[in-house]
């Protein structure tokens, strides 16, 4: 069946620029989580929906970084004032529900210039 | 708090010998443990996973691993590695809430 699909796959952009990556999850699938995976790194966690609602956004680093699901499906994470620390490979997730394991999407390569 | 440590940034093998990736984990109480992989330009794919049902967990590709409580390890094992083995390799726990935390990953070459 379909797996997590992210778009885009490759994003480049000016610094200063507001960019926004979308998470479309398994069919069915309750939790949806974005990661940011920095080179050479592991992912770190940013954000946690159950349903429509962020149920931990603890891992936002700052107020430029936000993001939605309206209908409990598809997810945007949105970046203001993008900076060039910005840069890095945004990671979308989801699972059946908060105790299953997660199954990853192949993530969006975001380059600020 | 939890924290996940992979106690080998790289790990070189030749093919057709074990492979063994550690991993060390931080937690008040028995978290849940994961091994991910992720080739080059790739999601992450999950091996396989630990919840307190049995010790030892098989995942796919032949890899297993083993949670030892008294060690506070979760290491990964496959008997004989393939070229096909290549790739970076992720320990992961799952804390109280639904954070998961990664380790810093593990570069796995496998020698022809």
């Known amino acids: 069946g379909a797996g997590v699909s992210q778009t885009p796959s490759n994003k480049v952009t000016e610094k200063g620029k507001y960019v926004e990556l979308r998470c479309d999850p398994i069919?069915?699938?309750?939790?949806l989580y974005w990661y940011r995976q920095s080179l050479g790194q592991g992912p770190e966690f940013l954000i946690y929906?159950?349903?429509?609602?962020?149920?931990?956004d603890s891992g936002l680093p700052n107020d430029r970084f936000f993001a939605v699901r309206p209908e409990g499906s598809v997810s945007t994470l949105k970046i203001q004032r993008t900076e060039r620390g910005d840069s890095a490979v945004y990671l979308c997730?989801?699972?059946?529900?908060?105790?299953?394991?997660?199954?990853f999407g192949d993530g969006t390569r975001l380059s600020i210039l | 708090a939890q924290s996940v440590t992979q106690l080998d940034s790289h790990v070189s093998v030749s093919e057709g010998t074990p492979v063994l990736l550690r991993c060390n984990y931080s937690?008040?109480?028995?978290?849940?443990l994961f091994w991910y992989v992720q080739h080059p330009n790739k999601g992450l794919q999950l091996l396989l996973k630990?919840?307190?049902?049995?010790?030892l967990v098989k995942g796919i590709n032949g890899f297993e691993a083993e949670f030892k409580k008294s060690e506070t390890s979760f290491h990964l094992t496959k008997p004989s590695a393939h070229m096909s083995d290549a790739a970076e390799y992720f320990c992961?726990?799952?804390?109280?809430?639904?954070?998961?935390?990664f380790g810093t990953g593990t570069s796995l070459t496998v020698i022809p």
């Open positions: 997730a989801s699972s059946l529900g908060a105790q299953q394991p997660q199954h």
């Open positions: 069919s069915g699938h309750t939790a």
């Open positions: 929906f159950q349903g429509t609602g962020a149920a931990d």
């Open positions: 937690s008040s109480y028995s978290p849940s």
């Open positions: 630990y919840t307190s049902a049995a010790t």
């Open positions: 992961v726990a799952r804390g109280g809430g639904n954070q998961f935390y």
